[in-house]
């Protein structure tokens, strides 16, 4: 039993995971059966009446067998005994993460107390809105304690939850829920969108051109594409946004119709225009670099948020679409929601899921049983 507590304290040390029953299982028979075999050895060779077949015989035999089958059986208790004491030990000694469950007598009177992640990676959700997590890392992530200090507060620790998460695991969105005694209540990660697809308004496509954009323009910048008409006459060819430029190669971004009428083997001319970046390119571009997007919630007849005004949704509202209006930019924070009103909420995850929960109309009360 020492010697299998002795290497699951070892592995655990080394590999930060706990150790398979087998592995302890072999050590602790490997800790009998060596000693047994030195000490028969040993007597071979300095006592010349002992026989070689005394080993063979039935008392031996079933010695050897009971102590091989003892520590065998043994094993697992000491498996857990070491495995818990490395556990402890580690957590105390201010270990960052580990794959276990910290004990009771350190989240008492220790400095650090664990957060313990969803056992499985199905109970790891998805964010709406973002690209899905891989189901190898989310496989990662599920079972861990985190470990962090005792002192922190519940906002604070929700905080470094999260930037752990990112940080570790390589995430770039994470909606985490804690109890009041630190126990995950709901977890949900999704990576940030990639690519240039996601900026694109729909009837949209961005297409590269060969081209020579002039040394000032930049991403944003409204251009026209012009070539060599049939005539040898220059003749415009599009009006587009340019994205990005390198050497002579230009990425635009067009409608769909005019993206199909471009040579991809023809060179284009871009003249730039005297119109400042559009305002929604750069919107765009800060709220991908930003813990923060933009999603769409339908508040419903009878929810929580009908008849509210949008200061007591809690939240940043940037749109309003009335049921049966036009889109309200920039709307007043004294407005009163209705039934079927769009709102546009630039918020974190969590916050986004809180409001369409508060959006979305209480369900019915079951009809009482008839007497």
Not at 87 to 109: K, N, P, Q, W
């Amino acid at each position: 039993m020492v010697a299998a507590a002795a290497v699951a304290v070892v592995y655990r040390w080394y590999t930060k995971e706990r150790i398979p029953a087998w592995i302890t299982a072999m050590f602790a028979g490997s800790a009998v059966a060596v000693p047994r075999q030195a000490v028969g050895l040993f007597r071979a060779a300095t006592d010349p009446a002992a026989s070689a077949a005394a080993v063979f015989e039935p008392t031996t035999m079933l010695m050897n067998v009971a102590a091989l089958g003892l520590a065998v059986l043994v094993a697992p208790t000491g498996l857990a005994i070491g495995d818990r004491i490395a556990t402890d030990v580690f957590a105390v000694a201010g270990a960052r993460e580990i794959d276990a469950e910290v004990g009771r007598l350190v989240r008492t009177v220790g400095r650090v107390r664990g957060i313990r992640l969803p056992d499985s990676a199905d109970d790891i959700g998805d964010i709406d809105g973002y690209e899905p997590v891989t189901e190898d890392r989310k496989e990662a992530m599920a079972g861990k304690t985190l470990l962090f200090p005792r002192r922190l507060r519940d906002g604070e620790l929700v905080e470094r939850v999260t930037e752990r998460l990112k940080t570790d695991y390589g995430v770039g969105h994470v909606d985490v829920e804690l109890a009041k005694d630190g126990a995950v209540t709901y977890l949900a990660v999704g990576r940030r969108a990639a690519g240039i697809g996601p900026t694109l308004a729909p009837g949209t496509a961005a297409v590269a051109v060969r081209a020579d954009p002039g040394a000032g323009a930049s991403a944003g910048d409204a251009v026209q594409l012009w070539r060599v008409g049939p005539g040898g006459e220059p003749e415009r060819a599009a009006t587009a946004e340019l994205r990005v430029a390198a050497g002579d190669v230009a990425t635009v971004v067009l409608d769909e119709d005019e993206a199909a009428e471009l040579d991809p083997e023809e060179s284009y001319r871009i003249i730039t225009l005297p119109n400042e970046p559009g305002a929604e390119h750069e919107f765009g571009s800060l709220l991908r670099a930003a813990d923060e997007t933009m999603e769409s919630v339908t508040v419903e007849a009878g929810s929580e948020l009908d008849g509210l005004t949008l200061r007591e949704t809690d939240a940043t509202v940037v749109a309003v679409k009335p049921a049966d209006g036009t889109v309200e930019a920039i709307p007043s924070r004294s407005r009163e929601l209705g039934p079927g009103d769009v709102v546009y909420v630039v918020a974190r995850p969590e916050t986004i899921r809180r409001v369409s929960r508060r959006a979305a109309a209480a369900e019915a009360d079951a009809p009482a049983a008839d007497d």
